[in-house]
Protein backbone atom coordinates (compact mmCIF):
# COMPACT_ATOMS: atom_id res chain seq x y z
CA UNK A 1 0.00 0.00 0.00
CA UNK A 2 2.66 2.14 0.91
CA UNK A 3 4.20 1.63 -2.66
CA UNK A 4 0.80 2.16 -4.51
CA UNK A 5 0.18 -1.54 -4.41
CA UNK A 6 -3.41 -2.89 -4.40
CA UNK A 7 -3.76 -6.07 -2.13
CA UNK A 8 -6.95 -8.11 -2.00
CA UNK A 9 -7.09 -10.84 0.60
CA UNK A 10 -9.55 -13.90 0.89
CA UNK A 11 -12.00 -13.64 3.35
CA UNK A 12 -10.89 -18.08 4.21
CA UNK A 13 -13.22 -20.56 3.85
CA UNK A 14 -14.45 -20.87 7.91
CA UNK A 15 -17.83 -20.64 6.96
CA UNK A 16 -20.65 -20.21 8.06
CA UNK A 17 -19.17 -19.72 11.55
CA UNK A 18 -19.41 -15.99 12.61
CA UNK A 19 -16.30 -14.07 13.21
CA UNK A 20 -14.43 -16.33 10.97
CA UNK A 21 -13.14 -13.57 8.61
CA UNK A 22 -9.05 -14.64 8.06
CA UNK A 23 -7.99 -11.05 6.59
CA UNK A 24 -9.13 -8.07 8.96
CA UNK A 25 -6.59 -5.09 7.64
CA UNK A 26 -8.47 -2.32 6.49
CA UNK A 27 -5.37 -1.29 3.73
CA UNK A 28 -6.63 -4.84 2.06
CA UNK A 29 -9.63 -5.49 0.28
CA UNK A 30 -11.16 -9.06 2.12
CA UNK A 31 -12.92 -11.20 -0.02
CA UNK A 32 -15.75 -13.59 0.32
CA UNK A 33 -16.71 -15.95 -2.45
CA UNK A 34 -20.12 -15.85 -4.25
CA UNK A 35 -21.67 -18.33 -6.61
CA UNK A 36 -22.24 -18.34 -10.13
CA UNK A 37 -25.21 -18.80 -12.58
CA UNK A 38 -23.83 -22.37 -13.08
CA UNK A 39 -23.69 -25.17 -11.06
CA UNK A 40 -22.48 -28.86 -11.19
CA UNK A 41 -25.20 -31.77 -10.95
CA UNK A 42 -25.41 -35.42 -10.22
CA UNK A 43 -28.84 -37.35 -10.27
CA UNK A 44 -29.05 -40.14 -8.12
CA UNK A 45 -31.62 -42.70 -9.72
CA UNK A 46 -33.30 -45.00 -7.05
CA UNK A 47 -34.78 -48.31 -7.61
CA UNK A 48 -38.04 -46.97 -7.27
CA UNK A 49 -37.72 -44.63 -10.26
CA UNK A 50 -37.28 -41.76 -8.19
CA UNK A 51 -34.43 -39.10 -9.09
CA UNK A 52 -32.67 -37.15 -6.22
CA UNK A 53 -30.66 -34.49 -7.46
CA UNK A 54 -26.85 -34.08 -5.49
CA UNK A 55 -24.18 -31.54 -6.44
CA UNK A 56 -21.04 -33.31 -7.74
CA UNK A 57 -18.13 -32.96 -10.65
CA UNK A 58 -19.17 -36.48 -11.61
CA UNK A 59 -16.77 -37.45 -14.70
CA UNK A 60 -17.95 -41.09 -14.30
CA UNK A 61 -20.95 -42.92 -16.42
CA UNK A 62 -21.98 -46.02 -15.27
CA UNK A 63 -24.23 -46.40 -18.65
CA UNK A 64 -27.77 -46.15 -16.09
CA UNK A 65 -26.77 -49.47 -14.87
CA UNK A 66 -27.93 -50.29 -11.39
CA UNK A 67 -25.82 -51.52 -8.65
CA UNK A 68 -27.10 -52.56 -4.82
CA UNK A 69 -27.38 -49.40 -2.86
CA UNK A 70 -26.68 -50.33 1.26
CA UNK A 71 -26.59 -47.59 3.95
CA UNK A 72 -23.11 -47.78 5.53
CA UNK A 73 -24.50 -47.93 9.12
CA UNK A 74 -25.64 -51.83 7.65
CA UNK A 75 -22.34 -52.57 6.90
CA UNK A 76 -20.44 -52.18 9.97
CA UNK A 77 -17.28 -53.89 10.76
CA UNK A 78 -18.25 -55.41 14.71
CA UNK A 79 -14.86 -57.18 14.24
CA UNK A 80 -13.41 -53.10 14.88
CA UNK A 81 -16.03 -53.21 17.37
CA UNK A 82 -17.79 -50.14 15.49
CA UNK A 83 -21.12 -49.76 15.61
CA UNK A 84 -23.86 -48.45 12.92
CA UNK A 85 -23.70 -44.76 14.52
CA UNK A 86 -19.91 -44.78 13.10
CA UNK A 87 -20.64 -46.69 10.33
CA UNK A 88 -23.30 -44.48 9.08
CA UNK A 89 -20.29 -42.11 8.43
CA UNK A 90 -18.05 -44.49 6.56
CA UNK A 91 -15.61 -44.65 8.00
CA UNK A 92 -12.58 -46.95 6.88
CA UNK A 93 -12.60 -49.04 10.00
CA UNK A 94 -15.73 -48.42 10.89
CA UNK A 95 -16.95 -50.10 7.68
CA UNK A 96 -17.00 -54.02 6.43
CA UNK A 97 -15.67 -53.48 3.20
CA UNK A 98 -16.66 -57.20 2.09
CA UNK A 99 -20.50 -55.37 2.32
CA UNK A 100 -20.25 -52.18 0.53
CA UNK A 101 -17.88 -53.94 -2.43
CA UNK A 102 -19.47 -53.84 -5.42
CA UNK A 103 -22.08 -51.42 -4.24
CA UNK A 104 -23.51 -47.77 -4.00
CA UNK A 105 -23.33 -46.85 -0.35
CA UNK A 106 -25.33 -43.76 1.36
CA UNK A 107 -22.46 -42.49 3.98
CA UNK A 108 -24.14 -39.64 5.93
CA UNK A 109 -20.67 -37.72 5.95
CA UNK A 110 -18.89 -35.43 3.93
CA UNK A 111 -15.41 -36.25 5.20
CA UNK A 112 -12.53 -36.89 2.93
CA UNK A 113 -11.79 -39.86 4.96
CA UNK A 114 -15.60 -41.41 3.83
CA UNK A 115 -13.49 -41.85 0.65
CA UNK A 116 -11.30 -44.78 2.18
CA UNK A 117 -13.60 -47.07 0.84
CA UNK A 118 -12.50 -46.12 -2.35
CA UNK A 119 -10.14 -49.34 -2.49
CA UNK A 120 -12.32 -51.91 -1.74
CA UNK A 121 -14.34 -52.27 -4.72
CA UNK A 122 -17.06 -49.90 -3.82
CA UNK A 123 -19.01 -48.76 -6.82
CA UNK A 124 -20.11 -45.33 -6.06
CA UNK A 125 -20.63 -42.99 -3.11
CA UNK A 126 -24.16 -41.33 -2.11
CA UNK A 127 -23.09 -37.97 0.37
CA UNK A 128 -25.30 -36.49 3.15
CA UNK A 129 -24.80 -32.57 3.64
CA UNK A 130 -26.05 -32.90 6.99
CA UNK A 131 -23.21 -30.70 8.52
CA UNK A 132 -24.53 -27.30 7.63
CA UNK A 133 -28.20 -28.14 7.03
CA UNK A 134 -28.17 -26.66 3.98
CA UNK A 135 -28.61 -27.88 0.40
CA UNK A 136 -25.40 -28.36 -1.00
CA UNK A 137 -24.36 -24.67 -2.72
CA UNK A 138 -20.62 -26.03 -4.33
CA UNK A 139 -19.39 -29.02 -5.65
CA UNK A 140 -16.55 -31.32 -5.64
CA UNK A 141 -14.47 -33.41 -7.40
CA UNK A 142 -14.56 -37.43 -5.99
CA UNK A 143 -12.34 -40.55 -7.65
CA UNK A 144 -15.30 -42.38 -8.28
CA UNK A 145 -19.11 -41.86 -9.08
CA UNK A 146 -20.32 -39.36 -5.87
CA UNK A 147 -23.11 -36.92 -5.61
CA UNK A 148 -23.62 -35.02 -2.40
CA UNK A 149 -27.36 -35.07 -1.71
CA UNK A 150 -29.60 -33.14 0.88
CA UNK A 151 -31.03 -33.98 4.46
CA UNK A 152 -34.23 -34.28 2.90
CA UNK A 153 -33.46 -36.31 -0.31
CA UNK A 154 -31.08 -38.69 2.42
CA UNK A 155 -34.67 -39.12 3.92
CA UNK A 156 -36.02 -40.23 1.16
CA UNK A 157 -33.00 -42.37 -0.28
CA UNK A 158 -33.19 -44.23 3.59
CA UNK A 159 -37.01 -44.80 3.45
CA UNK A 160 -36.44 -46.48 -0.14
CA UNK A 161 -33.76 -48.42 1.21
CA UNK A 162 -36.01 -49.82 4.24
CA UNK A 163 -38.90 -49.99 1.98
CA UNK A 164 -37.30 -52.56 -0.10
CA UNK A 165 -35.81 -55.88 0.26
CA UNK A 166 -32.91 -55.34 -2.43
CA UNK A 167 -32.68 -51.64 -2.52
CA UNK A 168 -30.63 -50.95 -6.21
CA UNK A 169 -29.77 -47.57 -7.86
CA UNK A 170 -27.56 -45.45 -10.03
CA UNK A 171 -25.40 -42.28 -10.12
CA UNK A 172 -25.62 -40.59 -13.71
CA UNK A 173 -22.90 -38.30 -15.02
CA UNK A 174 -22.62 -34.79 -14.26
CA UNK A 175 -24.77 -31.72 -15.85
CA UNK A 176 -24.54 -28.20 -15.87
CA UNK A 177 -27.35 -26.41 -14.70
CA UNK A 178 -28.62 -22.64 -14.83
CA UNK A 179 -28.23 -21.50 -11.26
CA UNK A 180 -30.95 -19.12 -11.17
CA UNK A 181 -30.45 -17.48 -7.49
CA UNK A 182 -26.96 -16.86 -8.13
CA UNK A 183 -25.01 -14.69 -6.87
CA UNK A 184 -25.13 -15.64 -3.64
CA UNK A 185 -22.27 -15.84 -1.14
CA UNK A 186 -21.50 -19.84 -0.43
CA UNK A 187 -21.26 -21.62 2.92
CA UNK A 188 -18.08 -22.52 3.40
CA UNK A 189 -17.42 -18.28 2.47
CA UNK A 190 -15.80 -16.82 5.97
CA UNK A 191 -17.91 -14.55 7.97
CA UNK A 192 -17.82 -11.01 9.89
CA UNK A 193 -18.04 -9.76 12.42
CA UNK A 194 -14.05 -8.73 12.67
CA UNK A 195 -12.58 -9.77 15.90
CA UNK A 196 -9.73 -7.65 15.92
CA UNK A 197 -11.26 -4.58 14.35
CA UNK A 198 -15.31 -4.95 14.78
CA UNK A 199 -15.47 -0.81 13.75
CA UNK A 200 -14.21 -2.37 10.01
CA UNK A 201 -16.97 -4.23 8.52
CA UNK A 202 -15.46 -7.26 6.82
CA UNK A 203 -15.69 -9.10 4.36
CA UNK A 204 -15.37 -5.82 1.88
CA UNK A 205 -16.72 -7.55 -1.36
CA UNK A 206 -17.93 -11.06 -2.44
CA UNK A 207 -16.85 -11.91 -6.00
CA UNK A 208 -17.22 -15.38 -8.18
CA UNK A 209 -15.69 -18.03 -6.43
CA UNK A 210 -17.52 -21.51 -6.56
CA UNK A 211 -17.00 -24.11 -9.08
CA UNK A 212 -14.52 -22.24 -10.97
CA UNK A 213 -12.88 -22.82 -14.09
CA UNK A 214 -9.19 -23.25 -13.26
CA UNK A 215 -5.51 -23.78 -14.43
CA UNK A 216 -3.86 -27.18 -12.59
CA UNK A 217 -0.90 -29.57 -12.84
CA UNK A 218 -1.32 -32.36 -14.65
CA UNK A 219 0.91 -33.94 -11.73
CA UNK A 220 -2.05 -32.91 -8.86
CA UNK A 221 -5.21 -35.24 -8.84
CA UNK A 222 -8.54 -33.25 -9.86
CA UNK A 223 -9.52 -34.31 -6.70
CA UNK A 224 -8.60 -34.72 -2.67
CA UNK A 225 -7.20 -38.10 -2.90
CA UNK A 226 -3.97 -39.25 -3.36
CA UNK A 227 -5.18 -42.89 -5.13
CA UNK A 228 -6.97 -40.83 -7.80
CA UNK A 229 -5.17 -41.24 -11.00
CA UNK A 230 -6.54 -38.99 -13.06
CA UNK A 231 -5.06 -35.73 -14.49
CA UNK A 232 -5.72 -32.68 -16.32
CA UNK A 233 -4.36 -29.08 -17.19
CA UNK A 234 -7.41 -27.81 -16.20
CA UNK A 235 -10.29 -28.28 -12.96
CA UNK A 236 -13.44 -26.75 -11.62
CA UNK A 237 -12.49 -25.07 -7.87
CA UNK A 238 -14.15 -23.23 -5.49
CA UNK A 239 -12.82 -21.23 -2.61
CA UNK A 240 -11.86 -17.41 -1.43
CA UNK A 241 -8.83 -17.94 -3.26
CA UNK A 242 -10.97 -18.18 -6.49
CA UNK A 243 -12.84 -15.49 -5.69
CA UNK A 244 -9.85 -12.97 -4.38
CA UNK A 245 -8.10 -12.62 -8.28
CA UNK A 246 -11.60 -11.39 -9.48
CA UNK A 247 -11.19 -9.41 -7.26
CA UNK A 248 -7.79 -8.30 -7.89
CA UNK A 249 -8.16 -8.25 -11.72
CA UNK A 250 -11.26 -5.49 -11.14
CA UNK A 251 -8.41 -3.44 -9.73
CA UNK A 252 -6.12 -3.44 -12.24
CA UNK A 253 -9.16 -2.96 -14.73
CA UNK A 254 -9.92 0.03 -12.61
CA UNK A 255 -5.88 0.70 -12.37
CA UNK A 256 -5.55 0.73 -16.15
CA UNK A 257 -8.58 3.31 -16.05
CA UNK A 258 -7.15 5.46 -13.60
CA UNK A 259 -3.02 5.25 -12.96
CA UNK A 260 -3.00 7.70 -10.39
CA UNK A 261 -5.74 6.17 -8.55
CA UNK A 262 -4.30 5.10 -4.95
CA UNK A 263 -4.92 1.15 -3.52
CA UNK A 264 -7.47 2.84 -1.39
CA UNK A 265 -9.44 4.73 -4.23
CA UNK A 266 -8.99 1.80 -6.08
CA UNK A 267 -10.99 -0.11 -2.96
CA UNK A 268 -13.27 2.55 -2.53
CA UNK A 269 -14.52 2.44 -6.26
CA UNK A 270 -14.99 -1.58 -6.06
CA UNK A 271 -16.89 -1.35 -3.08
CA UNK A 272 -19.00 1.64 -3.30
CA UNK A 273 -20.06 0.21 -7.18
CA UNK A 274 -21.33 -3.53 -6.09
CA UNK A 275 -24.29 -4.83 -6.71
CA UNK A 276 -26.72 -4.93 -3.73
CA UNK A 277 -27.23 -8.74 -2.82
CA UNK A 278 -30.56 -10.36 -1.42
CA UNK A 279 -30.71 -9.84 2.05
CA UNK A 280 -33.47 -12.21 2.09
CA UNK A 281 -30.71 -15.05 1.39
CA UNK A 282 -28.18 -14.32 3.36
CA UNK A 283 -28.72 -14.16 7.32
CA UNK A 284 -25.41 -13.00 7.95
CA UNK A 285 -26.48 -9.64 5.63
CA UNK A 286 -23.34 -7.58 5.27
CA UNK A 287 -21.14 -9.72 7.48
CA UNK A 288 -21.66 -12.19 4.67
CA UNK A 289 -21.71 -10.51 1.34
CA UNK A 290 -19.89 -6.78 2.53
CA UNK A 291 -20.59 -4.20 0.48
CA UNK A 292 -22.11 -6.56 -2.04
CA UNK A 293 -20.97 -8.38 -5.09
CA UNK A 294 -17.95 -7.27 -7.55
CA UNK A 295 -19.55 -4.99 -10.61
CA UNK A 296 -16.01 -4.14 -12.62
CA UNK A 297 -18.25 -2.01 -15.12
CA UNK A 298 -19.04 0.01 -12.64
CA UNK A 299 -16.25 0.55 -10.54
CA UNK A 300 -14.05 2.18 -13.04
CA UNK A 301 -16.82 5.45 -12.83
CA UNK A 302 -17.89 5.20 -9.43
CA UNK A 303 -18.35 9.28 -9.17
CA UNK A 304 -16.71 9.86 -5.14
CA UNK A 305 -14.22 8.05 -4.05
CA UNK A 306 -13.52 7.31 0.03
CA UNK A 307 -9.27 7.99 -0.13
CA UNK A 308 -6.91 7.19 2.69
CA UNK A 309 -2.90 7.36 3.49
CA UNK A 310 -0.65 5.57 4.94
CA UNK A 311 -0.58 7.84 7.90
CA UNK A 312 -4.94 7.51 7.99
CA UNK A 313 -3.95 3.61 8.57
CA UNK A 314 -1.57 4.01 11.13
CA UNK A 315 -3.67 6.44 13.11
CA UNK A 316 -6.22 3.95 13.16
CA UNK A 317 -3.76 1.11 14.25
CA UNK A 318 -2.58 3.98 17.14
CA UNK A 319 -6.61 4.61 17.72
CA UNK A 320 -7.15 1.10 18.10
CA UNK A 321 -4.39 0.65 20.83
CA UNK A 322 -1.21 0.23 19.08
CA UNK A 323 1.77 2.56 20.88
CA UNK A 324 4.92 3.53 19.00
CA UNK A 325 6.45 -0.17 19.51
CA UNK A 326 3.94 -2.17 18.43
CA UNK A 327 3.14 0.11 15.17
CA UNK A 328 6.46 0.01 13.75
CA UNK A 329 6.24 -3.99 13.70
CA UNK A 330 3.46 -2.98 11.38
CA UNK A 331 4.87 -0.07 9.47
CA UNK A 332 8.73 -0.98 9.50
CA UNK A 333 9.66 2.48 10.06
CA UNK A 334 9.51 5.32 12.60
CA UNK A 335 5.76 5.96 13.12
CA UNK A 336 4.82 6.88 16.52
CA UNK A 337 1.60 6.86 18.09
CA UNK A 338 2.54 9.71 20.44
CA UNK A 339 0.04 12.05 19.61
CA UNK A 340 -3.13 9.58 18.98
CA UNK A 341 -5.75 9.08 21.59
CA UNK A 342 -7.84 5.78 22.10
CA UNK A 343 -10.98 5.45 20.22
CA UNK A 344 -13.65 3.53 18.58
CA UNK A 345 -11.35 4.24 14.65
CA UNK A 346 -14.89 5.86 13.61
CA UNK A 347 -12.59 8.39 11.83
CA UNK A 348 -10.77 6.06 8.87
CA UNK A 349 -11.95 7.08 5.86
CA UNK A 350 -13.40 3.67 5.07
CA UNK A 351 -16.18 2.76 2.60
CA UNK A 352 -18.70 1.18 5.21
CA UNK A 353 -19.64 1.68 8.48
CA UNK A 354 -19.73 -0.73 11.51
CA UNK A 355 -20.96 -0.12 15.10
CA UNK A 356 -20.71 -2.46 17.45
CA UNK A 357 -23.27 -1.61 21.03
CA UNK A 358 -22.10 -3.73 24.06
CA UNK A 359 -24.96 -5.87 25.08
CA UNK A 360 -27.87 -3.65 27.82
CA UNK A 361 -25.95 0.08 25.89
CA UNK A 362 -27.86 2.56 23.74
CA UNK A 363 -26.87 2.59 19.84
CA UNK A 364 -24.69 5.75 19.04
CA UNK A 365 -21.77 6.40 17.10
CA UNK A 366 -20.60 10.01 14.95
CA UNK A 367 -18.45 8.53 11.60
CA UNK A 368 -16.76 11.58 9.94
CA UNK A 369 -15.83 10.86 6.61
CA UNK A 370 -14.45 12.61 3.53
CA UNK A 371 -15.45 11.87 -0.30
CA UNK A 372 -13.20 12.96 -3.18
CA UNK A 373 -15.03 13.97 -6.71
CA UNK A 374 -13.55 11.90 -9.79
CA UNK A 375 -16.94 12.17 -11.66
CA UNK A 376 -17.53 15.48 -13.62
CA UNK A 377 -16.36 18.80 -12.33
CA UNK A 378 -19.75 20.23 -11.36
CA UNK A 379 -21.86 17.53 -9.57
CA UNK A 380 -24.20 17.70 -6.86
CA UNK A 381 -24.93 14.60 -4.92
CA UNK A 382 -27.88 13.69 -2.27
CA UNK A 383 -27.49 11.68 0.57
CA UNK A 384 -30.15 9.32 1.20
CA UNK A 385 -30.11 6.53 3.69
CA UNK A 386 -32.45 3.07 4.39
CA UNK A 387 -31.92 1.84 7.86
CA UNK A 388 -34.93 -0.77 9.94
CA UNK A 389 -36.75 1.60 12.52
CA UNK A 390 -34.76 0.58 14.78
CA UNK A 391 -31.79 2.83 14.05
CA UNK A 392 -32.17 6.67 13.32
CA UNK A 393 -29.37 8.24 10.79
CA UNK A 394 -28.29 11.59 10.02
CA UNK A 395 -25.71 12.66 7.23
CA UNK A 396 -24.68 16.26 7.99
CA UNK A 397 -24.75 17.56 5.34
CA UNK A 398 -26.96 15.56 3.03
CA UNK A 399 -25.99 17.75 0.15
CA UNK A 400 -22.26 17.50 -1.41
CA UNK A 401 -21.75 20.37 -4.24
CA UNK A 402 -18.39 20.14 -6.28
CA UNK A 403 -16.89 22.26 -8.79
CA UNK A 404 -13.58 20.70 -9.56
CA UNK A 405 -12.23 17.11 -10.11
CA UNK A 406 -10.33 16.29 -7.32
CA UNK A 407 -12.62 18.27 -4.80
CA UNK A 408 -12.96 16.85 -1.56
CA UNK A 409 -15.72 17.22 0.91
CA UNK A 410 -16.34 16.04 4.22
CA UNK A 411 -19.30 15.08 6.10
CA UNK A 412 -20.41 12.65 9.54
CA UNK A 413 -22.76 9.97 9.83
CA UNK A 414 -24.30 9.74 13.50
CA UNK A 415 -25.70 6.57 14.32
CA UNK A 416 -28.72 6.69 17.42
CA UNK A 417 -31.00 4.49 18.70
CA UNK A 418 -31.85 2.52 21.88
CA UNK A 419 -30.43 -0.04 24.03
CA UNK A 420 -30.46 -3.27 22.41
CA UNK A 421 -29.37 -6.83 24.26
CA UNK A 422 -28.61 -10.38 22.25
CA UNK A 423 -29.08 -8.74 18.92
CA UNK A 424 -28.01 -9.97 15.75
CA UNK A 425 -26.96 -7.67 12.90
CA UNK A 426 -29.04 -4.90 11.84
CA UNK A 427 -28.06 -3.10 8.66
CA UNK A 428 -28.91 -0.46 5.60
CA UNK A 429 -26.87 1.60 3.42
CA UNK A 430 -26.12 5.53 2.80
CA UNK A 431 -26.39 6.22 -0.77
CA UNK A 432 -25.01 9.47 -1.98
CA UNK A 433 -26.14 9.97 -5.96
CA UNK A 434 -26.13 12.72 -8.46
CA UNK A 435 -28.09 10.87 -10.95
CA UNK A 436 -26.08 9.42 -12.65
CA UNK A 437 -23.85 7.65 -9.72
CA UNK A 438 -24.83 5.77 -6.94
CA UNK A 439 -22.29 5.85 -4.45
CA UNK A 440 -23.36 2.86 -1.59
CA UNK A 441 -21.94 2.95 1.62
CA UNK A 442 -23.02 0.14 3.63
CA UNK A 443 -24.09 0.34 8.05
CA UNK A 444 -24.32 -2.22 9.77
CA UNK A 445 -25.41 -2.19 13.75
CA UNK A 446 -24.68 -4.98 16.13
CA UNK A 447 -24.08 -6.69 19.57
CA UNK A 448 -20.65 -6.95 20.74
CA UNK A 449 -19.03 -8.03 23.84
CA UNK A 450 -15.39 -6.92 24.40
CA UNK A 451 -13.07 -9.95 25.65
CA UNK A 452 -15.76 -12.33 24.89
CA UNK A 453 -15.71 -12.33 20.87
CA UNK A 454 -17.70 -14.87 18.74
CA UNK A 455 -15.76 -18.07 19.27
CA UNK A 456 -15.32 -20.10 16.29
CA UNK A 457 -14.26 -23.34 17.63
CA UNK A 458 -17.01 -24.56 19.75
CA UNK A 459 -17.80 -28.15 20.39
CA UNK A 460 -20.94 -28.15 19.03
CA UNK A 461 -20.04 -26.06 15.77
CA UNK A 462 -22.38 -26.54 13.22
CA UNK A 463 -19.80 -25.84 10.37
CA UNK A 464 -17.66 -27.48 8.18
CA UNK A 465 -15.29 -29.73 10.00
CA UNK A 466 -11.60 -28.25 10.52
CA UNK A 467 -10.07 -31.05 8.36
CA UNK A 468 -11.62 -30.20 5.14
CA UNK A 469 -11.35 -26.85 5.48
CA UNK A 470 -8.53 -24.76 3.47
CA UNK A 471 -7.35 -21.29 4.03
CA UNK A 472 -8.81 -19.48 0.80
CA UNK A 473 -8.68 -22.80 -1.14
CA UNK A 474 -11.53 -25.12 -1.22
CA UNK A 475 -10.42 -27.28 -4.08
CA UNK A 476 -11.42 -30.81 -5.75
Not at 143 to 171: E, G, H, N, Q, W
Not at 301 to 309: K, R, T, W
Not at 376 to 384: E, L
Request: charged share 15%.
Amino acid sequence: MRNGIFTSNSAGNEGPDPASISNNAPWTLTVAASTIDRKFVANLVLGNGQILTGIAINTFNLNGTSYPLIWGGDAVNYTFGSSPDYARYCGEEDINHDMVAGKIVLCESISRHSHDILSNGTVGIVLVQYITAVNPDYAFNYPLPTTLISPDDAKKAMDYIRSTKYPVATIMVGETWKDEVAPRVVSFSSRGPSSISPNILKPDISAPGVDILAGWSPLSPPSFYDEDTRSGFFNVVSGTSMACPHASATAAYVKAAHPDWSPAAIKSAIMTSAYVMDPTRHRDLEFAYGSGHINPTSAVDPGLVFDASETDYVDFLCNQGYNTTTVRLVTGDNSSCASTTLGRGWDLNYPSFSLYVEDGQEITGTFARTVTNVGPPNSTYTATWQMPSLVSVTVEPSVLVFSDVGERKPFTVKVVGPAIKQQPIVSGAIIWSDGSHDVRTPLVVYNYYPGAPYTTDSEDSNSVPRNNRRNGFIGH
